[in-house]
Antibody, heavy 117, light 109 residues
Framework: QVQLVESGGGVVQPGKSLTLSCEAS????????MHWVRQSPGKGLEWVAV????????SYADSVKGRFTISRDNSKNTLYLQMNTLRVEDTAVYFC??????????WGQGTTVTVSS | ELVLTQSPATLSLSPGERATLSCRAS???????LVWYLQKPGQAPRLLIY???TRATGIPDRFTGSGSGTDFTLTISRLEPEDFAVYYC??????????FGQGTKLEIK
């Protein structure tokens, strides 16, 4: 059964850091690109970052560029999102998703990040 | 920067009716790059259609995607109770960014 499970969310003060994890199972993790997508409370979906098969092939949304880092450990079937210098506007549910060439076909249930003083 | 505008924001229909959801892009792109997802409250998005018109695995044939250029449409021929959700279109090209529309909420009338 193909599954993605996010963890690491929580409440953090503005300016602080947090690292999210996404553990994959049921498929060959190293063969797929992986995305992070977020959803602010009551809002729509916003693509955050992608990492492709080659771990040095990464891209970021302008809103997080320079503050967030996406990475993966294929030996652990795990995707990460290191979030630095967090802002109130980063408050959201963060989803990881599997990236195909034409869509995001599998999604995790999400982990909630709240940035508040 | 490409913008996807979905309309209407909210669509109120009854089970058994036909639903037509629109996704309009600020610039033209290949139909290969248009994707639809649905999201139910408290759940993750679910892939519905990719490449404008190809249904994902397990998606019933009452869901039909169409369009080209800047205008794309998702049609649900006969609404079932489980179809009431929020629908998002997405531009998913060969390289980022991967832009979502703001969503259409399909609610029971």
């Amino acid at each position: 059964q193909v599954q993605l499970v996010e963890s690491g969310g929580g409440v953090v003060q503005p300016g602080k850091s947090l690292t999210l994890s996404c553990e994959a199972s049921g498929f060959t993790f190293s063969n797929y690109g992986m995305h992070w997508v977020r959803q602010s409370p009551g809002k729509g979906l916003e693509w955050v970052a992608v990492i492709w098969y080659a771990e040095d092939n990464k891209s970021y949304a302008d809103s997080v560029k320079g503050r967030f880092t996406i990475s993966r450990d294929n030996s652990k079937n795990t995707l990460y999102l290191q979030m630095n210098t967090l802002r109130v506007e980063d408050t959201a549910v963060y989803f990881c998703s599997r990236g195909l060439l034409d869509s995001m076909d599998v999604w995790g249930q999400g982990t909630t990040v709240t940035v508040s003083s | 920067e490409l913008v996807l505008t979905q309309s209407p924001a909210t669509l109120s229909l009854s089970p058994g009716e036909r639903a037509t959801l629109s996704c309009r892009a600020s610039q033209s792109f290949s139909s290969r790059y248009l994707v639809w997802y649905l999201q139910k409250p408290g759940q993750a998005p679910r892939l519905l259609i990719y490449g404008t018109s190809t249904r994902a695995t397990g998606i019933p044939d009452r869901f039909t995607g169409s369009g080209s250029g800047t205008d794309f449409t998702l049609t649900i021929s006969r609404l079932e109770p489980e179809d009431f959700a929020v629908y998002y279109c997405q531009h998913y090209p060969g390289s980022p960014p991967y832009t979502f529309g703001q969503g259409t909420k399909l609610e029971i009338k």
